[in-house]
């Protein structure tokens, strides 16, 4: 008798409730289908065997469907950035608002955008960095590299979406600001 690895002898039997009955073809479909009719109706398995489908169609239903599964995550991981976006901008323009004064005397006296914008973005990054280690301890570690890989393109996001948009509301700000209104 021969040990066999489960994963070999699950590929043989079939991973789950979804897969096809799989059955040796003896000619052509139409043949073997008449063979077996007669054999499932015998055991009551009549339901099990309506059609004939060939391995490569079998694949090529499969393939659809992780198209199709494809594009409904890709759809949602779109409109999730894009609310993610509309968060990151009234977040920032809130900011401004409440520190723009303290802002814009930085700027005057010749402070970089690093240290003016310090503590918004360290509140920022840790927000991000609290999120995924909750994400992280949820999900496992099995789930490490995909949640490295979100929280820096998270970073990205962040960081690009407050760069336009406080060079633009400084802009926008800075007379106002300056004649202290």
């Known amino acids: 008798m021969r040990i066999s690895a489960i994963s ?3 590929c043989i039997n079939g991973n789950g409730s979804i897969d096809s009955l799989k059955i040796k073809l003896k000619g052509d479909s139409r043949q073997t289908y008449k063979k077996y009719k007669k054999l499932l109706k015998k055991l009551k398995l009549e339901d099990n065997l309506k059609t004939m489908v060939s391995v490569n169609q079998d694949i090529q239903r499969n393939i659809a469907e992780c198209k199709s599964n494809l594009r409904s995550t890709l759809f949602t991981a779109g409109i999730a950035a894009i609310m993610l976006s509309f968060l990151y901008i009234q977040s920032i323009i809130l900011n401004f608002e409440i ?3 303290e802002y814009m005397i930085k700027k005057v006296n010749g402070f970089s955008k690093a240290k003016i914008y310090y503590k918004y973005n360290i509140k920022q990054y840790l927000t991000i960095l609290i999120i995924m280690t909750i994400y992280l301890i949820i999900a496992g570690k099995d789930y490490l590299t995909y949640t490295f890989l979100v929280a820096l393109l998270l970073l990205g996001i962040q960081t690009t979406i407050t760069g336009i948009c406080t060079k633009k509301v400084e802009n926008k700000n ?7 209104e």
């Open 8 to 10: 070999e002898r699950n």
């Open 99 to 101: 520190n723009n004064r």
């Open 174 to 180: 800075l007379v106002y600001v300056l004649k202290g």
